[in-house]
């Protein structure tokens, strides 16, 4: 293994909308035929970008409320419709609805499929995702022909990440010692929870963006799921 620092890892759980999934990809299209259809000008990458941002909002007001774990699916339709009233777009609850339906097409990207076959080699394969229990299986199972050794959802620490609950609870459903875990993702916050809470990780730097301002940092970053599975590998 080509970083000593990691030699220990036996598990690598990875985030699933945004890592594994390409959110951009796969609902920005739609996002943008729905506008169109409702006589908005914008388009659906315009949109997205100010969904995807919306949505993170929506899940630190959820942590930090604590009122109850509103669920993933509930997050992204809330920050659906708070983006469409932002933008003075008119809209029908039912509509919103049967929009919703869209987070079932999601596809993942290329590069994670062939990482995460060769990965499968040598580590124990874990999905540790924000999205309900249900619906990961759901979508694991259809559109990523990969099979997860485990897949643990938020669901079961009742909050979304980074709250270091989600993290302990991987912890203790694989029964092992944080060192032997390495969280995969493609977004710098989810690396801190991870490395917080001592795991090792690795920062798949899909959208150009810095790391984290802390004294944590990933022990990898790389470009994509290739360039990952060649360095553990290798």
């Known amino acids: 293994m080509a970083h000593a620092s990691v030699a220990r890892v036996r598990y690598l759980t990875f985030d699933i909308f945004g890592t594994v999934m390409n959110l951009t990809g796969s609902l920005a299209p739609p996002a943008g035929e729905f506008l169109a259809a409702l006589g908005s000008e914008m388009t659906g990458e315009a949109f997205y970008t100010q969904w995807r941002a919306r949505q993170r909002i929506e899940q630190y007001q959820d942590n930090l409320l604590m009122l109850g774990h509103s669920g993933y699916l509930e997050t992204c339709r809330r920050a659906f419709v708070y983006c469409l009233r932002m933008n003075a777009v008119s809209y029908t609850d039912d509509a919103v609805r ?3 339906h869209v987070y079932r097409n999601l596809q993942p990207y290329e590069d994670a499929i062939e990482g995460l076959r060769s990965l499968a080699e040598r580590y124990q394969l874990v999905a540790l995702s924000n999205g309900e229990q249900w619906y990961l299986e759901e979508l694991l199972r259809n559109n990523v022909p990969i099979e997860f050794d485990a897949i643990i959802s938020v669901e079961q620490a009742g909050a979304f990440k980074p709250s270091p609950g989600i993290y302990r609870k991987a912890i203790q459903q694989l029964e092992c010692e944080p060192g032997e875990i390495m969280m ?4 710098a916050f989810d690396i801190l929870g991870a490395q ?6 690795a920062y798949v730097d ?9 004294d944590y940092q990933p022990d990898i970053i790389v470009n994509d799921f290739v360039e990952l599975a060649d360095s553990l590998l290798t």
């Not at 899909?206 to 802390?214: F, N």
């Open 98 to 100: 049967d929009f919703m």
């Open 184 to 187: 995969v993702a493609a977004h």
């Open 196 to 201: 917080a809470c001592g795991f090792k990780a």
């Open 206 to 214: 899909r959208y150009s963006l810095p790391t984290e301002v802390s």
